[in-house]
T-cell receptor, first 111, second 115 residues
């Protein structure tokens, strides 16, 4: 079946540091890939997505590129802020099927 | 953008009672709604998928008689936790998807505590 493997957290960085959160997937075919963010006490918000190979999703300074060769969709940001502290989930699906989530990575940014 | 609300945001109930959680799509018609459960520091576990006007499809291991899901209109789905027990305490999150759309929009979640 489909699965998503995420970098285990928690991840703690200083403000303005470079962020990478690794995500790889296993699926038959080419799924759509997503990053969701969950702020404390809230539900999930879509951060960015990519629907085909080599697509780059970007939002709020975050980027992720769909790499079919390495079946990866790593999340990056050049300079993190305290307000980026949250839990980040990588996910995939096919068309209108259910989302398969990774286990989530808790990110804490310290001033 | 598409907005999904949940009510209540927090609920505390006594063991053995039932509690209903509502999920509403505020500005679009949600033909499909999903219910997830999230354990502390864990990922989301899909409990069931509901399509408007039909019975929900439950994931393996989820008791359909305990977690009753109703999707009677295009803007409302409800999850009722029947005869709740402390182990049902969790964060319940719904999401909604419009017809011919691939994107799910998530509600803010409901924190259920069973004492």
């Amino acid at each position: 079946g489909n699965s998503v493997t995420q970098m285990e957290g928690p991840v703690t960085l200083s403000e303005e540091a470079f962020l990478t959160i690794n995500c790889t997937y296993t699926a038959t075919g080419y799924p759509s890939l997503f990053w969701y963010v969950q702020y404390p006490g809230e539900g999930l918000q879509l951060l960015l997505k990519a629907t085909k190979a080599d697509d780059k999703g970007s939002n709020k300074g975050f980027e992720a590129t769909y790499r079919k060769e390495t079946t990866s969709f790593h999340l990056e940001k050049g300079s993190v802020q305290v307000s980026d502290s949250a839990v980040y989930f990588c996910a995939l699906n096919f068309g209108n099927e259910k989302l398969t989530f990774g286990t989530g990575t808790r990110l804490t940014i310290i001033p | 953008g598409a907005v999904v609300s949940q009510h209540p945001s927090r609920v505390i109930c006594k063991s053995g009672t039932s509690v209903k959680i509502e999920c509403r799509s505020l500005d679009f018609q949600a033909t499909t709604m999903f219910w997830y459960r999230q354990f502390p520091k864990k990922s989301l576990m899909l409990m069931a998928t509901s399509n408007e006007g039909s019975k929900a499809t439950y994931e393996q291991g989820v008791e359909k008689d305990k977690f009753l899901i109703n999707h009677a209109s295009l803007t409302l789905s409800t999850l009722t936790v029947t005869s709740a027990h402390p182990e049902d305490s969790s964060f319940y999150i719904c999401s909604a998807r419009a017809l011919n759309s691939y994107e799910q929009y998530f509600g803010p979640g409901t924190r259920l505590t069973v004492t």
